[in-house]
């Protein structure tokens, strides 16, 4: 109830009769009472969660040049939440299916980042055809499609906490064994595949990472804003430090403070709150890149000399 009408944007009755700029942003003095509530609490941990799994891989997704990718498949995992509205089974299981299947596709088929677009573009066409098509046979399909399009950060479950705090524990313990040769297999790959890092395998493990974390990160902003959230504050970040361990601290706390704040403006001025988080996210990306254009000096856009120049040693901090 509650959360439905915090998560509509408008009401029909301004739509149809014009809006106004009173209709654009409306206080609610009860914002406190909301955002205390079980549904927004469970909104702030799924919300908090997805930031620390989007820090983890966001850096590595600007440095591999894969933020196509990280978007594309986003839309890879729609035929798969249409298809297990079809087949019956929970959505977030079929999303899932498909995005990590895609990646493993993709990470196996570009181990280059020229290789890997072409890849992305060829998986990413035939998904969009093949959830058009389920789309076309399920009747129950257009809740669905929204929520996956837009997000539905409010109507996360117990359940989904606990399966994205799984993924979480996961995903955080692979970054932390493959972070050295990632990290070298990122800067330049002819180098480390020359000096053995097995740099195809490193591809498609991943890609794997970052379809689990696209997963969760559609559940929570949706397939279209979900390039702010995955990408936008690691790019902040590697304006702000060349220090690849940095950035991605900087961009677990961009992401946090853009969960955690739209959350509350949400409440406040009844406003969606996938809207308000990629707004966040954006308006510091756009104020970092303003501040380093105003100041004359370079943007750093892989990692800084000391760690380059381990990379180029095999020791990477």
Not at 174 to 199: N, T
């Amino acid at each position: 109830m509650l959360g439905t009408a915090l998560g509509s944007t408008l009401g029909s009755t301004a739509l149809g009769a014009g809006l106004r700029a009173t209709d654009l942003v409306v206080y609610q003095p009860n914002w406190w009472e909301i955002l205390t509530s079980p549904f927004m609490r469970n909104a702030l941990l799924g919300g908090t969660i997805v930031a620390l799994a989007a820090g983890l891989v966001g850096y590595f997704v600007v440095v591999r040049n894969s933020a196509f990718a990280a978007h594309a498949l986003a839309h890879i995992g729609l035929p798969g939440a249409t298809g297990a509205v079809l087949i019956g089974v929970p959505v977030s299981l079929g999303l899932g299916v498909f995005a990590v299947g895609g990646a493993l596709v993709i990470g196996a088929m570009g181990k280059k980042a020229a290789d890997r677009e072409i890849a992305t573009g060829t998986v990413l066409a035939f998904a969009t055809g093949l959830g058009l098509y389920f789309a076309s046979l399920a009747t129950k399909s257009s809740s669905t499609m929204t929520n996956v399009l837009f997000g539905n950060l409010l109507a996360i479950s117990d359940d989904q906490l606990v399966g994205f705090a799984v993924v979480l524990v996961v995903l955080a313990a692979a970054v932390g064994l493959i972070y050295r040769p990632l990290l070298f297999s990122s800067v330049d790959a002819q180098v480390a595949e020359a000096r053995g890092v097995p740099v195809r395998a490193l591809s498609i493990l991943f890609m794997a990472l970052l379809g689990l974390v696209v997963t969760m990160a559609v559940q929570v902003v949706g397939t279209l804003l979900l390039f702010a959230l995955v990408v936008t504050p690691a790019a902040t970040a590697i304006q702000l430090t060349p220090r690849p361990r940095r950035a991605m601290l900087v961009s677990t706390g961009i992401g946090l403070v853009s969960v955690w704040v739209g959350l509350a403006l949400s409440a406040m001025l009844n406003l969606p709150p996938s809207f308000v988080i990629v707004t966040i996210a954006c308006v510091v990306w756009f104020g970092v890149w303003m501040g380093a254009r105003s100041t004359h000096r370079a943007v750093p856009v892989v990692v800084g000399t000391d760690e380059h120049a381990g990379a180029h040693h095999g020791h990477l901090v």
